[in-house]
């Protein structure tokens, strides 16, 4: 059987890349704790190498970068004993959560080549690496309003980073966007096509490493740039972004009310166009409850330092995960696949406040 994450180290003249490659395509690489704590004991080890110049996180399958978290075995495990803590699912967060904090504070730089779906806990690997690159083939989106979680693994911050609130549209509707939107929005840095891959590997196998940790990055600034280049997209996103941004903030753009409000004006708007009433169709088809926990969580970690909205988000996805909404949107999307989830609520208004403030609560 082939491990899960296979690594390398690449040489470069006289230092060495570390390459990391998600090695599940049958899952479409979907992240495990096996994988997650593989990833970190590596990074740890390369941090202190000092022949390891550079990290290149990428994956195999040609389909998918990642399409988050193994759903269906957090399923088997939360089912054992449903509502009560489950510590195999509980760690799997804590330490996914734990290394997409270190890649952010990484001292050496990270590329992360973002080639096909890239969802969710892939969203927040690519996220968390300093040098995010998509490709013509990369989707993009944070879909848990589908299975009653929410935008999590730092989503609750980079989503908030977005203009006009944008953010919010793609965590509240769990649309899907490609790298000409990641790019226009600034979700992400650089969009190269993905048959330039072997351009970049030779940029960087030819380099002569240094040091020089700011002349570094420049280097590596320079070869991304110079091979950035997408062919014709649409960019719904974009082409939607005032439409979207009418819901969220007044024509000054400051901020609208907030509460689940936003969920009817969004499902409310007419907009003849096949991406957006997929978009509204998500939203609708969501569970009632996470849009909710969703809007409040958006609100609450608006402003917050990374550290911060981590500690937050591991508070509520813990919550979360003990409440039975999560484990039937999980049945209904991944595992009897009928997509017919029974969501405690029709309505996110109809969601008591004093249920909605347990889901915050500091863990037990």
Known sequence: MSAPVIFAEVPAKDRRIGRITLNSPQTLNALTLTMVDLIRDQIEAWREDEQIAVVVLDALGGRSFSAGADLRLLYWQLLEQPGKPCLEAEAFFRREYALDLALHEYPKPIICWADGITMGGGMGLLKACRYGVVTENSRLAMPEISIALFPDVGGSYFLNQLPQRLGWFLGLTGASIHATDAVKVGLVKYAVQHDQYDALWSALEQHAWSDEVEAEHAFIEAQLAALQRIGPQDSPLARHA??????????????????????????????????????QANLRRGSPLAAAWILRQLQLAEGLS??????????????????????EGVRALMIDKDKQPKWQFTHSEEVPSLLLDQFFRPID
């Not at 007044?250 to 901020?255: I, L, P, Y």
């Not at 609208?256 to 096949?274: H, I, K, P, Q, R």
């Not at 990374?306 to 484990?327: C, G, K, P, T």
């Open 242 to 279: 005032n439409t979207i941004a009418s819901v969220f903030v007044d024509a000054n753009g400051a901020s609208l009310s907030t509460g689940t409000a936003f969920v009817d004006a969004l499902l409310n708007l007419d907009v003849d166009d096949v991406w957006f009433v997929e978009a």
């Open 306 to 327: 990374l550290a911060a909205v981590y500690a937050l988000e591991l508070q509520l996805v813990i919550n979360i995960i003990r409440h039975s909404e999560f484990l």
